[in-house]
């Protein structure tokens, strides 16, 4: 019974229409009589999008395969909603590798890969590279099965090409250099430093690039599980622990720390985004905003730092900021030992997946394997080819003046043919494929991240920049964060929640972030430790001893496994 069936085919005329009309289409010149192209339905549990795709990736898709892609993403029981009707959509990424997509399984609701050779036909790409990573997902069938299965379904995220290294770090302490300079270059050893440095830059910046107030930080909620993400987060980026379920895992010593844990490092962290607040320096609206609204802030000078590059750097660092002399770099206090992740052939547990439902699945299966190909990743990460990024004779990676501008700034118009801006065409699935860090194995021995490419490292830096590499005495972050204290964490899978743990966990967790939010937003220490003590207390009474007793057992498992 665990084998899908997945008996939804395309029709001949159906399959003649996409292998002799719109799929073959190439070139920009596309004539308005062409077929309607195919809405493919995309859930993803990642995305912050909801909608069809637009921009040039768009316009590339449906000039290469005749398809657009209408984006769900994960809301209050959508996945409980679409599983009650048996259909999750035609392509659906998982955000994790357990209950869900356990369920999924059982369900009969993703399609069975090897189902008329489906992969062979037509992910040969997937099928010659990522080996690793498909028997990881055929033993995750066999896992959830009890050993009745080895169906293929999928593979994971950030697929590496070699166990060598880790991949880059995204918990990279951004912070608004610029500002940094004018106070001195203050020594921040520990949170406390970091604080009080928060608001010494607010005083000495207070207003952003429209003259509204600035903040240390701008956080927003959408992306919390068991835990406000940014505060368990921020753990991750001074301690180096990783989430495991409802607290932390640290990889050094397997030790699990619970998000109740009395001077536990989730509860440090939920005091000092307090602090912040009782400043007057967290961003009040970051409770009822989205990641969409927080970037947006970011990129007007709103906010002094951010652990992650993705909403420090990428978002601020453009050409009306850096041609003024301000940047936001890396700047870590000295207790600092944030984490990266090491590289894994087998991928990750962002799971890429079809629905058994799909009428589409060749189409699916041909969209995920162009994800796949070198083409794809780098056209997905840069812009179009040859337009933003290219190959020279000896196969090296550079990117175009025009990929340059769509780095500083995503409001970089594409034009050449393609609609919107930059920002407007990244693909808003929100997975990846190979790891950024990963070697491309059409170009001379490079990796996909544009940060490492021979003709990025020969391109000039800004005045601001190189008071930055002076000061720090490295040329880019990556070799600053190496170089000083840091962890590395493996991935890990995670066993499906038993009945009793899967009977209280929406409860316990529902209350664990519903009294951080609460507790961020006290305005004094009194009020804060009152909220605390309640979220303690109401937490324990639904059962997060439970949840966590369970968390504790799976870090022994990880920890033995990474050995």
């Not at 009707?85 to 590798?97: H, P, R």
């Not at 090897?114 to 690793?132: A, P, T, V």
């Not at 052939?345 to 994800?371: D, F, H, V």
């Not at 190959?391 to 090296?396: A, V």
Request: proline share 3%.
């Amino acid at each position: 019974m665990w084998r899908n069936s997945g008996k939804k085919t395309l029709s001949l005329v159906l399959t003649a229409s996409i292998l002799f009309g719109t799929v073959g289409l190439t070139g920009c010149g596309t004539s308005e009589k062409e077929k309607e192209p195919v809405t493919l339905e995309v859930y993803s549990m990642l995305a912050n999008y909801s909608g069809v795709q637009t921009g040039w990736i768009a316009d590339i898709l449906k000039e290469k395969f005749g398809i657009k892609l209408d984006i769900i993403p994960q809301g209050n029981n959508e996945f409980e909603t679409r599983q009650a009707a048996g259909n999750l959509g035609d392509i659906i990424v998982f955000g994790g590798n357990s209950d869900q997509y356990a369920a999924a399984v059982r369900d009969g609701l993703l399609y069975d890969w090897d189902q008329g050779n489906l992969l062979s036909k037509e992910g040969s790409y997937i099928k010659e590279h990522m080996q690793d990573a498909l028997e990881k997902n055929r033993t995750l069938t066999s896992t959830i099965t009890d050993g009745q299965s080895d169906v293929l379904y999928g593979f994971g995220h950030d697929v590496a090409t070699s166990k060598e290294d880790h991949s880059s770090f995204f918990y990279t302490w951004d912070l608004r250099w610029d500002v940094y300079k004018e106070l001195g270059y203050p020594v921040v050893k520990d949170l406390e430093d970091y604080e009080k440095l928060m608001v010494d830059m607010c005083k000495q910046c207070p207003t952003n690039d429209e003259g509204q107030p600035t903040y240390a930080v701008s956080i927003w909620p959408d992306w919390d599980d068991a835990m406000v993400m940014y505060v368990k987060s921020t753990a991750t980026a001074y301690y180096g622990y990783d989430e495991l379920g409802i607290g932390l895992y640290d990889p050094d010593t397997g030790d699990f720390h619970g998000a109740l844990e009395e001077n536990g490092p989730y509860l440090e962290m939920l005091k000092f985004y307090n602090k912040l607040y009782q400043d007057g320096i967290l961003d009040p609206e970051s409770v009822s905003q989205d990641y969409k609204m927080s970037t947006a802030k970011v990129k007007s000078g709103t906010t002094m730092f951010s652990i992650f590059d993705y909403a420090g750097r990428a978002g601020y660092n453009q050409s009306k900021h850096t041609e003024k002399g301000k940047i936001m770099l890396s700047m870590r206090p000295e207790d600092a030992s944030p984490l990266a992740y090491g590289m894994n052939t087998a991928g990750g547990e962002r799971i890429w997946t079809i629905g058994s439902q799909t009428k589409y699945p060749e189409l699916c299966m041909r969209l995920l394997n162009w994800l796949c190909t070198p083409e794809g990743r780098l056209t997905v990460e840069y812009g179009p080819k040859d337009l933003c990024w290219k190959y020279d004779k000896q196969k090296n990676t550079s990117l175009t003046e025009l990929g340059l501008q769509c780095r500083k700034s995503s409001d970089t118009k594409i034009g050449n043919g393609y609609k919107g801006n930059f920002g407007d065409g990244i693909l808003k699935i929100a997975n990846t494929t190979w790891a950024l860090d990963s070697e491309n194995p059409e170009s001379n021995g490079e990796t996909y991240n544009y940060l490492t490419w021979k003709k990025t490292s020969e391109s000039s830096a800004s005045e601001i920049e190189k008071d930055w590499q002076e000061h720090a005495g490295y040329a880019n972050a990556e070799e600053y964060l190496n170089a000083g204290k840091h962890k590395i964490s493996g991935e890990y899978t995670m066993a499906e929640k038993p009945d009793n743990v899967k009977a209280v966990w929406k409860k316990v967790t529902t209350k664990l972030r519903d009294y951080s939010w609460k507790a961020i937003y006290a305005t004094s220490d009194k009020e804060y430790d009152v909220i605390v003590d309640e979220m303690l207390r109401e937490c324990k009474e639904e059962g997060y001893e439970t949840c966590a007793s369970w968390c504790n057992e799976e870090a022994k498992n990880r920890y033995a496994d990474s050995k």
